[in-house]
């Protein structure tokens, strides 16, 4: 009966939403040790748990205790599709022009490509951190040629023993007129444009399957 009952729930689960596999393990007496649940990772747990106590109830009769559910999250996607779809940051570095003009430069890859973003102002006009942090988002507007990216803020900040540059942006989806904001950071190095450069791709790269 154990058996069963075992095969005709793990069929029910596994044809819940974002539900790829599912395993239930019954003692001897017919007491349930344990629901496996293998999901990928695109929707809550929570959601996810509250329909297998639905389809338990259902099918077996009974309500089962809900610290017998494990939700386990498992992304499928073939990292290397992934990587394709990350940014590779190469250089940040800035040229002294005529006229006390600075350019900040950017240089990015993606997908093999080398993309190559600057942005040119006087020292008075724009600090030197934004110059970088412009450039970076133009390069990447490149990509995301259906967003345009407002740098907020370029910041340091003191995080125990290392200081972290911390940039805070805006992305809005042009057709839709919807914004979000993000957040990127990294370990500041002596290499202080670089880490700028970075902080600003790391607010989007994580994100690059949604946004793309």
Do not use: C, W
């Not at 940040?92 to 973003?117: D, P, S």
């Not at 102002?121 to 724009?126: C, D, G, Q, R, V």
């Not at 940039?167 to 979000?180: C, K, M, Q």
Request: aromatic share 6%; glycine share 4%.
């Amino acid at each position: 009966m154990s058996k069963t009952l075992s095969l005709e729930l793990e069929k029910q689960f596994r044809s819940l939403k974002n539900v790829h596999n599912a395993h239930v393990d019954f003692d001897e007496q017919g007491e349930v040790i344990a629901i496996g649940i293998f999901s990928d990772g695109n929707r809550h747990p929570k959601e996810i748990k509250r329909d297998v106590e639905e389809i338990f109830r259902n099918v077996a009769g009974y309500r089962v205790n809900h610290n017998k559910i494990s939700i386990v999250e498992q992304n499928l996607e073939d990292k290397s599709n992934i990587e394709e779809r990350r940014i590779r940051f190469i250089t940040a570095y800035q040229v002294q022009k005529a006229n006390e003009v600075v350019e900040g430069f950017v240089q990015l890859e993606y997908n093999g490509q080398l993309i190559i973003e600057s942005i040119e102002a006087h020292p008075f006009e724009m600090d030197l951190e934004y110059m970088i942090a412009n450039a970076a988002a133009a390069a990447i507007m490149r990509i995301l040629n259906q967003y345009s990216i407002r740098i907020d803020q370029v910041k340091e900040v003191q995080m125990g023993q290392v200081d972290v540059i911390v940039v805070t942006l805006t992305v809005i989806h042009r057709p839709s007129s919807a914004g979000s904001m993000f957040v990127g950071s990294v370990i500041k190095t002596k290499d202080l444009l670089s880490s700028i450069a970075k902080a600003t791709l790391d607010a989007l790269n994580r994100r690059m399957d949604q946004l793309m």
